[in-house]
């Protein structure tokens, strides 16, 4: 069973994990319950982001939001990682469509090894913004 979990920005705090708690409004409209504890961290709401259930190449957990390097035959570049409420699917897109060879700028993300060796988190769209106009 894949696991669930959150991730929300404080400010200049950096990131807490733990669940998203919808009952609670504290400031905020997102309230996340710190990873195995009872505190409750109120978060920017545009930064929350859930797991999607995948790790990268180096074993690092993969959220929304996270910018991928990608790797592959058919696949490379730099991609921003999407839920589409249409394929009710995580997506990555890629933000340069001049980097692929086929001129398809989505990767769907799936849990599997052969995949997993193809993906690499260098960042996320809330701390670096560069990465974003390469």
């Given at each position: ?32 319950r ?15 982001g859930q ?15 996270d ?41 769907q ?9 193809r993906?690499?988190?260098?960042g996320?769209?809330h701390?670096n ?5 390469q």
């Amino acid at each position: 069973m894949r696991e669930i979990l959150f991730r929300g920005k404080i400010s200049d705090e950096g990131w807490i994990y733990g669940s998203l708690d919808l009952s609670r409004q504290i400031g905020y409209p997102s309230v996340i319950r710190v990873y195995n504890t009872n505190e409750y961290r109120s978060v920017i709401p545009k930064s929350v982001g859930q797991y999607i259930g995948i790790l990268d190449a180096n074993g690092t957990r993969i959220f929304k939001d996270d910018i991928l390097k990608i790797t592959g035959v058919n696949r490379s570049g730099i991609f921003v990682v999407i839920w589409d409420d249409y394929r009710l699917a995580w997506w990555a897109k890629n933000i340069k469509i001049r980097d692929l060879v086929y001129k398809d700028d989505y990767f769907q993300l799936l849990n599997c090894s052969f995949q997993q060796s193809r993906l690499k988190v260098i960042g996320n769209i809330h701390d670096n913004t560069e990465l974003l106009n390469q």
